[in-house]
């Protein structure tokens, strides 16, 4: 995993991802533990992060908590909007930046792998991933399973970075 945050632009343009119609939005929804994935700097809660996906009308309303850098806590809150009923893509909006997070494959009971990409211009694209699960640990099976659907849609394996959750307090 990586050591160094990669670059936020790469060359390349995003993957259009084919997804199925048989997403379970109601599964899906709940709480979710943050094993690792790509550095997204906009993303406070470097370590102990948590996902709390609760079902809405839009989609969903996702609520993440964990530490910062610093050890210091920080929620932070966002709003999913479901692209189409029964299918895994939601629109997300971080900040000032609207992009497609889809969730690749996911079990809802133990595991999850969900990928968003923003192209920039024609010619450059920044990518995110997380690898989540319904505990704070994954077995590594079911992480190598998520390795496989984001190196299918581009993600630099090398890229992907470990999330610390051993010792944390959730509420």
Known sequence: MAADPPPLLTRGRCPIVQ???SFKTNQFAGKWFKIGGLHNPREKAVQCTLYDYQK???GFQVSSSGLTSDNSPITEG???????????????????LEANMTVLTTDYTSYA?????????????TQF???????S?????KIADCQVELRRVGVPLKDLSATKQDGCTYT
């Open 19 to 21: 997804l199925g119609s």
């Open 56 to 58: 809405n009308a839009a």
């Open 78 to 96: 966002n709003t999913l909007r479901q692209n189409e009923q029964n299918v895994g893509s939601f629109l997300a909006t971080f900040h000032d």
């Open 113 to 125: 792998c969900v990928y968003t990409c923003y192209n920039f211009e024609s010619s450059h694209k």
């Open 129 to 135: 991933a997380w690898i989540l699960s319904r505990e």
């Open 137 to 141: 640990t994954l077995p590594r099976q």
